[in-house]
């Protein structure tokens, strides 16, 4: 028998209909579950700060506030509390969600899909970061690439001016590699190279790099692209 034909002989099937054998994946499930759970608990604490916090400090600082306390619980214990607590907290929160240790949220209105992957100390502000994404550690998906706008005529501080916000959006499967920095949409399935500036919309399935973002290879998508609006 050809070691092909041994690997499809012994390959789990999978589907709705199929269950887990004890000892199984079915074992881990029951480890999440166990997890999530112990995660609420402990998250607890967090829940009632923030909900008191926002009626003296308001909602968005309270919620950056409790986001940095519980970005330093490490371990996989740290993981299901931040899942608990941004779950109860943000805009949606998918199944599965990795929060890597020290990254932290600045904006409740956040939205996260499922299986998505958070690094380390990454710093993500008001973003819909869909299904299967990957962020690598230090990546920082900004609100918007106009926060502050011009300086003010009479020579105010730029602080003084309205901040403006805009939720960046990136698409199902996409990539973003360690240190690189978000201003602008990114399309499904495309990957930001490490250190990238992204300030203009990446094109699904592009790959980019430098700084600003532009088309990588010849693997990349037509260069025009770049700069479409994200699928």
Same mark, same amino acid.
């Given at each position: 028998?050809?070691?092909?034909?041994?690997?499809?002989?012994?390959?789990?099937?999978?589907?709705?209909?199929?269950?887990?054998?004890?000892?199984?994946?079915?074992?881990?499930?029951?480890?999440? $579950?166990?997890?999530?759970?112990?995660?609420?608990?402990?998250?607890?604490?967090?829940?009632?700060?923030? #909900? /008191?916090?926002?009626?003296?400090?308001?909602?968005?600082?309270?919620?950056?506030? $409790?986001?940095?306390?519980?970005? =330093?619980?490490?371990? /996989?214990?740290? =993981?299901?509390?931040?899942?608990?607590?941004?779950?109860?907290? $943000? @805009? @949606? &929160?998918?199944?599965?969600?990795?929060?890597?240790?020290? %990254? #932290?949220? %600045?904006?409740?209105?956040?939205?996260?899909?499922?299986?998505?992957?958070?690094?380390?100390?990454?710093?993500?502000?008001?973003?819909?970061?869909?299904?299967?994404?990957?962020? *690598?550690?230090?990546?920082?998906?900004?609100?918007? !690439?106009?926060?502050?706008? +011009?300086?003010?005529?009479?020579?105010?501080?730029? !602080?003084?001016?309205?901040? #403006?916000? !805009?939720? =960046?959006?990136?698409?199902?499967?996409?990539?973003?590699?360690?240190? +690189?920095? &978000?201003?602008?949409?990114?399309?499904?399935?495309?990957? #930001? *190279?490490?250190? *990238?500036?992204?300030?203009?919309?990446? *094109?699904?399935?592009? !790959?980019?790099?430098?700084?600003?973002?532009?088309?990588?290879?010849?693997?990349?998508?037509?260069? %025009?692209?770049?700069?479409?609006?994200?699928?």
């Amino acid at each position: 028998m050809s070691r092909q034909s041994t690997l499809t002989r012994i390959r789990k099937p999978t589907g709705p209909g199929v269950q887990d054998a004890p000892g199984g994946s079915g074992g881990r499930g029951i480890g999440k $579950t166990i997890g999530r759970t112990v995660g609420l608990v402990l998250a607890l604490p967090g829940l009632v700060g923030y #909900v /008191l916090g926002s009626r003296v400090l308001g909602k968005d600082r309270a919620f950056t506030l $409790t986001s940095e306390r519980l970005a =330093v619980r490490g371990g /996989l214990l740290g =993981v299901y509390v931040r899942q608990a607590f941004y779950r109860y907290t $943000t @805009g @949606g &929160v998918g199944r599965d969600v990795c929060f890597g240790f020290m %990254s #932290v949220f %600045s904006k409740p209105a956040v939205r996260i899909g499922q299986r998505v992957y958070i690094g380390r100390f990454c710093s993500i502000g008001w973003a819909e970061i869909q299904d299967d994404v990957m962020l *690598a550690d230090g990546v920082q998906i900004l609100s918007g !690439r106009h926060q502050h706008g +011009a300086l003010p005529e009479d020579g105010r501080p730029l !602080r003084d001016n309205e901040q #403006v916000y !805009r939720r =960046v959006t990136i698409g199902r499967g996409a990539w973003i590699g360690a240190g +690189a920095v &978000v201003m602008a949409d990114v399309g499904r399935g495309a990957v #930001v *190279a490490a250190g *990238a500036v992204v300030v203009r919309p990446v *094109a699904a399935g592009a !790959r980019v790099g430098g700084v600003p973002a532009k088309a990588l290879g010849p693997d990349s998508v037509n260069p %025009s692209r770049l700069g479409s609006i994200a699928a």
